[in-house]
């Protein structure tokens, strides 16, 4: 490669995964995959066997390359799974049916200066892609309503007016759907509504 691009290391279970994914990866002239073993990565690319719940790729991943910012394929993880992922620095996880060459080079190319993320992310946006819970039905109606009207820019005032609710009963609603999907804030919030297409 002429300029230095994007250094990625790929860990897999498998030598046929990683003959894949180092194939998709090197379709992008700004992805410089690590050889095998290799040190000094910018992301990581680790794919789990799917009934592999445990994370050992992963887990050597972290080992050899330390904590950094990471795309996960796997297959549906428990809740316990996704904490360890967000905690590893995974940015994104996606199902293996998911995984394109254009998919795979923008969720790399994303990672390294994505904000870290957390396990209730993780699994949200991978329930979205394999059709688990219907995106909609992560967030109830009057949070979709509350989070619409913040994105256009009204206060929690104004929504309680629009609603027909209390200043206090709009920050529970918001309050509630933060804790129950583990968003940081109301920001946060607005864009995983917007990423579900629900805005």
């Not at 040190?39 to 050992?56: Q, S």
């Amino acid at each position: 490669m002429n300029a230095p691009g994007l250094r990625v290391a790929v860990y897999t279970a498998d030598p046929l995964t990683r003959a894949g994914l180092v194939g998709m990866l090197t379709q992008a002239a700004a992805l410089d995959v690590v050889p095998s073993g290799g040190r000094g990565a910018d992301v990581l690319v680790a794919a789990e066997d799917p009934l592999d719940h445990e994370l050992p790729v992963l887990r050597l991943a972290v080992s050899e390359q330390g904590s950094l910012p990471g795309v996960l394929i796997a297959g549906p993880l428990p809740p316990s799974g996704h904490r360890s992922a967000a905690t590893a620095g995974v940015r994104s996880l996606l199902p293996h049916r998911a995984v394109r060459p254009e998919r795979l080079i923008a969720e790399v190319t994303a990672a390294r200066s994505a904000v870290e993320t957390s396990a209730g992310l993780l699994a949200a946006g991978y329930d979205g892609l394999v059709g688990g819970p219907a995106r909609s039905s992560r967030f109830h109606d009057r949070e979709i309503r509350v989070l619409r009207l913040i994105a256009e820019g009204k206060d929690t005032a104004e929504i309680g007016e629009v609603m027909g609710y209390s200043q206090r009963t709009i920050k529970n609603i918001l309050h509630h759907a933060q804790r129950r999907l583990a968003l940081r804030n109301r920001a946060q919030a607005v864009a995983e509504a917007i990423r579900s297409g629900l805005i």
